[in-house]
């Protein structure tokens, strides 16, 4: 509740310092929309997220996942909201934000997101340390791709927003489902942040995610 009130509060607040800065997407032969749009709606939506998981971490919540596995998340994830909002603004090279990408990916296998997709016998078939370095490829891979994928929807109304909300929905319930409950108050304070972000990125959109916010999501 904390991270959708702040986002319905920052949302307009941002989306004026992006109008006030030239932070905006124009019409162009590839946009829909027919005036200046602001960006650096992921200001709101970043910031938001994490004053809400902040907050129920204070009044007693708990995650059940260890801290240095949410802190290697909370940096990796500025990370990309940083070079985000200078896209945003400045429009950064592709090369730039591809670093930035695989920096998150390699952080996210150190703080212990990461595929085990080989065991047992099919360890055995591969000499050390060959299990190791795939599976920590296809982390980093994973990480830089899902984030571009999501990137790539960024423009339309809601869409971006909209299908992370999806994703996030899904994400839930199958945790729930599963019983590995550790990560659903997340899921859940990421959906109502997006719900709240919603009310200004649906259709007319006054704000879009922007590089800083769909990078994020990914």
Same mark, same amino acid.
Do not use: K, N
């Given at each position: 509740m904390a991270g959708l009130v702040t986002c319905l509060v920052l949302t307009p607040i941002v989306r004026s310092f992006a109008l006030r800065i030239g932070a905006?997407?124009? #019409? /162009?032969?590839?946009?829909? !929309?027919?005036?200046?749009v602001a960006r650096l709606g992921g200001v709101a939506v970043y910031s938001s997220f994490w004053l809400g998981v902040a907050i129920y *971490?204070?009044? %007693?919540?708990?995650?059940?996942? #260890?801290?240095? *596995?949410?802190?290697?998340? @909370? +940096?990796?994830?500025? %990370?990309l909201v940083a070079i985000g909002v200078y896209d945003d603004v400045r429009d950064s090279p592709a090369w *730039?934000?591809?670093?930035?990408?695989?920096? @998150? %990916? !390699?952080? @996210?296998?150190?703080? %212990?997101?990461?595929?085990?997709?080989?065991t047992g016998a099919m360890t055995l078939a591969l000499p050390d340390p060959a299990p190791a370095v795939l599976e920590y490829g296809l982390t980093v891979l994973w990480v830089a791709g899902v984030t571009n994928a999501i990137n790539f929807m960024d423009g339309?109304?809601?869409?971006? @927003?909209?299908?992370?909300?999806?994703?996030?929905? /899904?994400?839930? /319930? +199958?945790?729930?489902?599963s019983r590995q409950l550790s990560f659903v108050p997340l899921y859940l304070a990421l959906a109502a942040v997006l719900v709240a972000f919603g009310q200004f990125n649906r259709w007319p959109a006054?704000?879009?995610?922007?590089?800083?916010?769909?990078?994020?999501?990914g």
């Open positions: 905006v997407d124009r #019409p /162009a032969a590839r946009r829909v !929309h027919d005036g200046e *971490l204070a009044v %007693g919540g708990r995650l059940g996942c #260890p801290t240095g *596995l949410l802190a290697t998340f @909370a +940096v990796g994830s500025l %990370g *730039l934000r591809l670093v930035f990408q695989l920096v @998150a %990916g !390699h952080l @996210a296998w150190q703080g %212990g997101f990461r595929f085990a997709v080989l339309l109304d809601f869409l971006c @927003a909209g299908f992370s909300l999806v994703a996030v929905g /899904a994400l839930a /319930a +199958v945790a729930v489902v006054s704000i879009f995610m922007g590089d800083s916010g769909s990078t994020f999501l």
